[in-house]
């Protein structure tokens, strides 16, 4: 499956804990990737400094949904699952 194009999901939803360009620290769930452009596309796609992270993300049909809100809420539950206050 490929990422539906404009969608950005995953560059929003999901927290990513090592430094990403342009974002030293990492970036928080909720908040949205400053390297994710007006329309939805990430400015540093396929560049040398794409972060590893990001480039392990695969698209699947159970993330993705048929659209950009299902893939929010789906990585935002995920999210919520697996942050370590939540895991008892």
Do not use: F, W
Not at 37 to 65: S, W
Request: net charge positive.
């Amino acid at each position: 499956m490929n990422c539906r194009p404009g969608c950005g999901a995953c560059c929003i939803a999901i927290s990513i804990s090592s430094p990403i360009p342009g974002m030293p620290g990492g970036k928080p769930a909720g908040v949205r990737c400053v390297n994710l452009a007006e329309g939805n596309t990430c400015t540093i796609h396929r560049r040398k400094d794409y972060p590893k992270v990001c480039r392990g993300l695969k698209p699947a049909e159970e993330m993705c949904g048929t659209k950009c809100e299902e893939a929010v809420a789906y990585l935002t539950e995920l999210e919520k699952q697996t942050h370590p206050d939540s895991i008892d």
